[in-house]
């Protein structure tokens, strides 16, 4: 079956812009997570979506940064006045369920590249 | 506040070799421990996971080792073959039920297995 898609696949702005970088999860995966790769650092999470409830937004580093789930499938992650320390691989995963055991699926990424 | 470390930062390995990566970590809520694989433009996929309760786990050449007393965990490639050049990471997770349990990553290894 088809798993997470990203889009786009890279993406170059000018400091200063606002950008959307999309994430579509595996068709009944409840959960969906958004992570920050850094080069050369470990992935950072950033945003958590469950269901219907309210999402976890505890890792966003800003208040430039915001997420949205539409009909509990489809994500949009929005960086408002991009800066050049916003250039990172964004990673969305998904999963069945959080908790227990269920495994994390990921995207392939957007690579966004701050000018 | 790195929560995981891992280490080494780059591991050269000759093919038939045995490769190993290590990481700690301080919280001692973690209970899911799983290695990640990840190729160029590609998203981390899971390896092998480990839940504290068991020293070992071994899935083909891969095997994780898991010292709960140490609060480390190492991860062993047997027999090392070029196709498993990639960046490693090693991950938590922790969490209460109905959270996030978003996992906490290591900072990666890059792993080249020459010819």
Redesign the interface.
């Known amino acids: 079956g088809a798993g997470?898609s990203q889009s786009p696949s890279n993406k170059v702005t000018e400091k200063g812009k606002d950008v959307e970088l999309r994430c579509d999860p595996i068709s009944g995966h409840t959960a969906l997570?958004w992570?920050r790769q850094s080069l050369?650092?470990?992935?950072?999470?950033l945003i958590?979506f469950?269901g219907n409830s309210a999402p976890?937004k505890?890792?966003l580093p800003s208040d430039r940064f915001s997420a949205e789930r539409t009909g509990g499938s489809v994500s949009t992650l929005t960086i408002q006045r991009t800066q050049q320390e916003d250039s990172a691989v964004y990673?969305c995963?998904s999963s069945l369920q959080?908790?227990g055991?269920y495994?994390?699926y990921?995207?392939?990424?957007t690579r966004l590249t701050v000018t | 506040q790195q929560q995981?470390k891992?280490s080494p930062?780059s591991l050269i390995v000759q093919k038939g070799g045995i490769s190993i990566i290590n990481c700690a970590y301080e919280n001692t809520a973690f209970d899911?421990f799983?290695w990640?694989q990840q190729f160029p433009?590609?998203?981390?996929?899971?390896l092998i996971?480990i839940?504290p309760d068991v020293s070992e786990k071994k899935e083909g050449r891969f095997t994780i080792s898991f010292n709960k007393s140490a609060k480390q965990f190492s991860l062993h490639i047997m027999d090392s073959q070029p196709g498993d050049s990639a960046t490693y990471?090693c991950?938590a997770r922790s969490?209460p039920?109905?959270?996030?349990?978003?996992?906490?990553?290591?900072?990666?290894t890059q792993l080249t297995v020459l010819p």
């Open positions: 997470v997570y992570y050369g650092q470990g992935l950072e999470f958590y469950q976890d505890s890792g990673l995963a959080a908790g055991l495994e994390q990921f995207g392939p990424g | 995981v891992q930062q899911y799983p990640y433009g590609k998203g981390p996929a899971l996971a839940r990471f991950a969490g039920a109905g959270s996030a349990r978003q996992l906490t990553f290591g900072s990666g």
